[in-house]
């Protein structure tokens, strides 16, 4: 039966030692502390028949046994009669960055022998991790939101080297619109290099005849050359052809390496020259994880959202949608610039104000000062001239003495 999201997580956390070097220490220069400081956590799906290197990869992958006790599978007397989901769960740690790893299998896909609706469970799957987050973001208290939702679904294309199966297909087609995908040509090593490449354009023909959107990673006007030349190798990998091995073998020199042995040879899983392996690994862990997650929280999330919401008649409130309209956004911008602005002019004007106050008080004070010295100046001459007259007068009376004068000299003067 089909696990609900719920269900699988938090429960059995194992603990997974590193026995190599996966590379999600460089997550933090992805994303913001806040995340880093709460660990990383990240939810992803393998899809494919049976046998094709499912369990293989994700152990190569992040360098570790998440299947520990996985026994070869016996005949079972009792043959499924849907895809099983399951779930495992791993905290890993890396350089101090903790990651929370969970993978979600879907054995018994396309095992049937009418596969006509294999993808069915996958897909109720996959929305009911999305219903149980919706459910969350609904109630009163909303501050820890665990996040179930998968963020990437890597789907298994057999290497057969003609197209895609109808299988494939309606898999694909089925879930585009709810889940990143993330096609691969599964043990690559059985096919030549030619044969890859052919297969690789012939699946992406077919990707795009039906119209399905397969995972393209953003570009940033923002990003440095060396990161849109990266992205760009990356995305043009797709679908990687890989090549999973968790056991190690000698090659010529005698160092040992992650590989497959063949009588004519080593193919390498961490060599690129042999296979996609290491691409879709930095794509995953190193260098889009985060951009996975968005695209699955704004993106895919958000549309069952809003589907959800107008097939129960809720129109969306504008308010609490998530995603900020990003005209309003630069309007809010523009507001608040310019109230900074009209504030800082208002200032200034407050400053200049001030100096030409006390600009104008000073001129008045130094013409205060100099009307002063000028009536001094006035009236000191006024008194020369009144003294000069007075002189004058006593000249042409006849008396040529001032009356100090004429005591000093010993004179009494009559009046
Ligand atoms: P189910 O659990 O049945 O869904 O299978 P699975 O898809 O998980 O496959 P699993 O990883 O168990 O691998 C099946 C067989 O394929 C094993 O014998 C692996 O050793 C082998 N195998 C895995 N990856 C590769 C590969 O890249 N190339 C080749 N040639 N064989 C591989």
Redesign the pocket.
Known sequence: GVNTASASAASNVIRKKLQGYVGFANLPNQVHRKSVKKGFQFTTM?V??????????VNTLFSTQLYPN?VV?EPSHETPKTVDIQSITADIEENGVRLRLTVV?T?GFGDFVNNEESWKPILDNIESRFDAYLEQENRVNRTKLVDNRIHACIY?IAPTGHALKPLDVEFMRRLHTRVNLIPVI?????MTEEEVHAFKERILDDINFHNIQIFQAPQYEYDDAETIAENREIMSKIPFA????DKEVEIEGGRMVRG?KYPWGVIEVDNEDHCDFVKLRQMLIRTHMEELKEYTNNFLYENYRSEKLSAMGIQQDPTVFKEVNPVQKMEEERLAHETKLSKMEAEMKMVFQAKVQEKEAKLKQSEEELYARHKEMKEALERQRQELEEKKKRLESGRPLTPEKSKKKGFSFNK
Do not use: M
């Open positions: 393998v494919g028949e049976s046998g094709l290197g499912k369990s293989t990869l996985k599978a299998d054995p298994f599964a043990k690559s090593d059985t890989i090549v999973g091995s497959r």
